[in-house]
C-alpha cells in the first residue's frame, strides 16, 4: 500500500471518527470527494494505485475543483475543497517531508460565487400551510403537528427526522434536543401548546419506547427527506391558490429560513438566532439580516389585499418570543 492510500485509510477509519467527532454526513460528504477524486485521475489516464503522497499536490487539486466545477456549483466545489483541506491537516503531521505540496494546497482560496436566495414564507402564509391539513382526520392530525413542529423548532431536516422519544422534555422547561453537525447537540425550547400537541401525538400514535423515532410513516419506518417533501407538497398544492403570496413549491428547509426571518422581525437579536438555529459562526445568521427588508417590503404590497382571517390556534402565534426562548 502506498503511503497517499495509508494515509487515506487512516483518515477516515481513525482521525475523523475518534479525533475530530464528525457527523456520519460529514464523513459520507469526504468519502464522496475522494471518490470522484479518484474518478477524476482515472479519467486523465492517472494510475490510482500508484498514485503516492508525493503526487498529491496544488496542481493536481487545483485540476480536481475545477473538473468539479464544470457539472455543479461554487458551493459544491468549495465542500469539497473543505475536504481535501482536512486531509491535509491530518497529513502535514503525519508526513511533514511533503510540508511544501500541502502548504501550497493550503493557499487554494475559497472561491465566491452567487448567492443562493434564500427561500421563506411570510409569516402569514406559513400559518396557511399548517391550516391545511384536516386535523379532524388523524392521519392529516399527524401531519399538521409534524409540519408544526418543523417550524416550530426550525432544525435542518437531519435533525427533525432523527428525533426520537427521548429526545422531548414533556416536564419543565420543555424542550428538545437535537445533534446537528459535528455531532454537537443543542436544547430547543418548546412552547406550552407546542408540547402539548406532540403529547397527544406520541400518545395516539403509541409511541411508547425512548429510543423510537418521532415520525414515522404507517409501516413504523423513519420519515426520509423525501416522505417529507411529499408531506409539504400535499398542503402546499391546497394553499397556493388561497394567498397572492403563496409561491409554488416549499422544501422542507423553507421552515427553517422562515423561522429565523420571522425570529429577526420580532426583533429578535441575531446571536439568538444563531444559538437557536445550530450554527457554528454568526456570519452564516447574518444572511437573514439581508431579506428582513424584502420581507418587510412584500408585507406592505399585500396589505391592501389581505382578508379577514380566522383566529388562529394560540400554538401558531407567539408574540412574547423572548419569554418563550427563556
Not at 24 to 39: C, M
Not at 44 to 73: C, G, M, P, R
Not at 161 to 167: E, F, G, Q, S
Not at 229 to 236: D, G, L, P, R
Amino acid at each position: 500500500m502506498n503511503k497517499f492510500f495509508k494515509y487515506l485509510t487512516k483518515f477516515f477509519t481513525s482521525y475523523l471518527k475518534q479525533q475530530k467527532g464528525c457527523s456520519q454526513n460529514t464523513i459520507l460528504s469526504y468519502r464522496d470527494t475522494f471518490k470522484l477524486f479518484f474518478r477524476f485521475l482515472e479519467k486523465n489516464n492517472i494510475n490510482i494505485k500508484t498514485f503516492d503522497i508525493k503526487d498529491f499536490n496544488k496542481e493536481i487539486v487545483v485540476q480536481f475543483l475545477d473538473y468539479i466545477e464544470e457539472n455543479n456549483s461554487v458551493t459544491t466545489r468549495n465542500i469539497r475543497r473543505a475536504a481535501i483541506i482536512s486531509f491535509c491537516n491530518f497529513i502535514l503531521f503525519e508526513e511533514p517531508i511533503v510540508i511544501e505540496n500541502i502548504s501550497n494546497i493550503f493557499s487554494i482560496p475559497i472561491k465566491k460565487g452567487t448567492h443562493k436566495v434564500v427561500e421563506y414564507l411570510l409569516e402569514k402564509d406559513m400559518e396557511l400551510l399548517l391550516k391545511q391539513p384536516n386535523v379532524m382526520n388523524k392521519k392529516e392530525r399527524n401531519d399538521m403537528i409534524m409540519l408544526s413542529t418543523l417550524y416550530e423548532t426550525g432544525t435542518r431536516i437531519t435533525e427533525f427526522l432523527n428525533i426520537r422519544l427521548k429526545d422531548i422534555s414533556f416536564e419543565k422547561p420543555y424542550f428538545i434536543k437535537v445533534t446537528g453537525k459535528g455531532n454537537k447537540e443543542r436544547i430547543i425550547p418548546l412552547m406550552q401548546n407546542m408540547i402539548d400537541l406532540l403529547a397527544i401525538y406520541v400518545k395516539e400514535n403509541n409511541i411508547i419506547s425512548p429510543d423510537q423515532f418521532l415520525f414515522c410513516n404507517s409501516r413504523g419506518e423513519q420519515y426520509t427527506r423525501k416522505g417529507i417533501s411529499h408531506k409539504i407538497n400535499k398542503y402546499v398544492n391546497k394553499a397556493k391558490n388561497k394567498s397572492l403570496t403563496f409561491p409554488d413549491s416549499v422544501h422542507p428547509h423553507t421552515f427553517r429560513h422562515t423561522k429565523a426571518v420571522v425570529m429577526l422581525n420580532k426583533g429578535i437579536d441575531l446571536l439568538i438566532i444563531s444559538q437557536f438555529l445550530g450554527h457554528e459562526l454568526l456570519e452564516t445568521t447574518q444572511i437573514y439580516a439581508k431579506v428582513t427588508d424584502e420581507y418587510k417590503r412584500k408585507i406592505l404590497e399585500q396589505a391592501y389585499f389581505e382578508k379577514e382571517q380566522q383566529d388562529l390556534p394560540d400554538w401558531l402565534t407567539n408574540n412574547d418570543i423572548m419569554e418563550f426562548l427563556e
